[in-house]
């Protein structure tokens, strides 16, 4: 006997364990079936490509080392695809990781490796020195869509850009409870134009600026811890791969062929370890056609293949995956927006499918740009819906959500 008529046909649909046994317990009953049944749904490849997971998330949050002194750990960031403000159309966003202090330089999306040392130089290393470590996202930029529409009705943002970093450095930080000029330098600016000068003596000063960096390293521990707990709430001590294990990959950050999530498959594989990168990362071996993608992934993104111990067990080799081709899906129209998590979205209808759940879907804008048009025609005919003119609330909640009280 075989499960397949009650767990892999289409009239079947791959109910899991407890209702395939319950299929099977109408009409059949024998020694060893429900193990048998739980060995041939665990191990089903089909069942592991489509089904969501339900344990928390592999790996325990692994904070970056706290830094001890100003400017000497920093993170780097490119916020991109902003209107042409003199030739600029990009900001170059860097954060000391001590200090929390920040500086935002008008740049270009097409900038080089070249041109992005000579910024470095310029406004950094000229500054405060070489740093020892630089975190950043994967890839030669690291881009946010977060702030793409900030400055949409402003053509001349990078003028008031100054104004942006110092306002920034001027507030109090939520993990530092202070501001990240006084957390440098021991002191608030002077930005009133009268003030009262007072001399301090370089020794007091110093002492002051010593006293200033332990309170905060002290801050740092307790928000760092505190952060980690909380995220560590919804994730598990994850599993130890070895060589040449067979793992899945999740779908999450790699684009398909198709237009939406709900139709391609939410786990992809399975593919073999080459090697354990560090605790936290392992590289895959892909299909050679997936030229574009990093073969190296957090464990949060890998799950354990479960294999079959039932003799002669015949599975469908999984389909290819187009990732590589840029196929598009024709817009007919833009039926709603909404501002969620700081981005704009669309409800899009799209052409050529029939089903109600497919026929339409949310969006984010930036996956709109060969449809800008109708997304035009959209926000004229219902100006009271969220839209570009959205831009400042955006560039507020960007503020709040780097740290600002």
Known sequence: ?????????????????????????????QPGMTQFIKDYVSSCQQCSRNKNIHHRKFALLKPLPMPNVPWICLSMNFITQLPLSNSFDSILDIVDRFSKMAVFIPTMSSITSLDL????IKNIFSKHGLPSSIASDRGSLFCFFLLDQSFYHQDNWNTWLPLAEFA????????????????VYGRDPHFDSVYITQDTPAGKLSTKIQSVQQDVKRELEVAINRFKRYADKSRVVPPVFNLGDMVWLSSKNIKSARPTKKQSEIWLGPFPILKKVST??????????????????????????????????????????????????????ILYSKLKSGKLWCLVEWKGFSQDSERSTWEPTENLKNCLELVKNFHTLYADKPGPNCSRALFLWF??????S
Request: proline content about 12%; overall charge negative.
């Open 1 to 29: 006997w075989t499960p397949w008529p009650r767990e892999d046909s289409p009239l079947a649909g791959h109910p899991g364990q407890e209702k395939t046994l319950k299929l099977f317990k109408w009409d059949f009953h």
């Open 399 to 404: 503020l709040v959500g780097r740290g600002i």
């Open 117 to 120: 040392a000579h910024l470095f």
């Open 168 to 183: 920034y450095n001027n507030s109090d930080h939520s993990s530092t409870k202070q501001s990240p000029f006084f957390t």
């Open 280 to 333: 936290h990362a392992y590289h895959l071996k892909l299909p050679s056609q997936w030229k574009s993608i990093h073969p190296v992934f957090h464990i949060s993104l890998l799950e354990p293949v479960t294999t079959s111990t039932i003799p002669k067990r015949h599975q469908e080799p999984p389909p290819p995956i187009i990732i590589e081709e840029e196929e598009e899906w024709e817009v007919s129209q």
